[in-house]
T-cell receptor, first 115, second 113 residues
Framework: AQSVTQLGSHVSVSEGALVLLRCNYS??????LFWYVQYPNQGLQLLLK??????LVKGINGFEAEFKKSETSFHLTKPSAHMSDAAEYFC?????????????FGEGTQLTVNP | ETGVTQTPRHLVMGMTNKKSLKCEQH?????MYWYKQSAKKPLELMFV???????ENNSVPSRFSPECPNSSHLFLHLHTLQPEDSALYLC????????????FGPGTRLTVL
């Protein structure tokens, strides 16, 4: 079975500081990994996706994530936080071991950006 | 309209009411999903449809009844709900192969009184 663990349900950073949101996964087959962002009262928006083409994945809004197989991690980073980055972030895993396009989501990390 | 749309955006209903949530995708996808998002809990997959056929039902109570008349439309029929069913209900769609990206609608905020 697949699983995702997001370390830290709440992360707070200052505007302009580095953003680091942690995600560890468990999968018995090579995974596809995703980061989604959810702004208040909205659905989930795809930030980026890892599909084994490159271990460093660049997404929208200046975010990127690095796949590290040895650490089973897919942490999300952004060099300089902006107030508009305040939202909830979800890591998700999908793999061929499950039928259809089944995504398993982490519990989410709420990012607060302080002025 | 582009992407995935959901109506209504907000719904308040009593426990004896019957209502329906609607989802429409304009992406040419073959798979559609219903998720429940409750406060302080992970996203819960409820139903999966692939080419209009239900391929997954995650032990969802029968008071939730999905309908997928075609690959572009998905409904969630609600009847005799409980207050604990209050949540954000999200619809998503994807191409339908094993590992593709899901695109989400804005959700319907449901309150059951």
């Amino acid at each position: 079975a697949q699983s995702v663990t997001q370390l830290g349900s709440h992360v707070s950073v200052s505007e302009g500081a580095l953003v680091l949101l942690r995600c560890n996964y468990s999968s018995s087959v090579p995974p596809y990994l995703f980061w989604y962002v959810q702004y208040p009262n909205q659905g989930l928006q795809l930030l980026l996706k890892y599909t084994s083409a490159a271990t460093l994945v660049k997404g929208i809004n200046g975010f990127e994530a690095e796949f590290k197989k040895s650490e089973t991690s897919f942490h999300l980073t952004k060099p300089s936080a902006h107030m508009s980055d305040a939202a909830e972030y979800f890591c998700a895993v999908s793999g061929a071991e499950t039928s259809g396009s089944r995504l398993t989501f982490g519990e989410g990390t709420q990012l607060t950006v302080n002025p | 309209e582009t992407g995935v749309t959901q109506t209504p955006r907000h719904l308040v209903m009593g426990m004896t009411n019957k209502k329906s949530l609607k989802c429409e995708q304009h992406l040419g996808h073959n798979a559609m999903y219903w998720y429940k998002q409750s406060a302080k809990k992970p996203l819960e997959l409820m139903f999966v449809y692939n080419f209009k056929e239900q391929t997954e039902n995650n032990s969802v109570p029968s008071r939730f009844s999905p309908e997928c008349p075609n690959s572009s439309h998905l409904f969630l029929h609600l009847h005799t709900l409980q207050p604990e069913d209050s949540a954000l209900y999200l619809c998503a769609s994807s191409q339908g192969d094993g590992t593709d990206t899901q695109y989400f609608g804005p959700g319907t905020r449901l309150t059951v009184l």
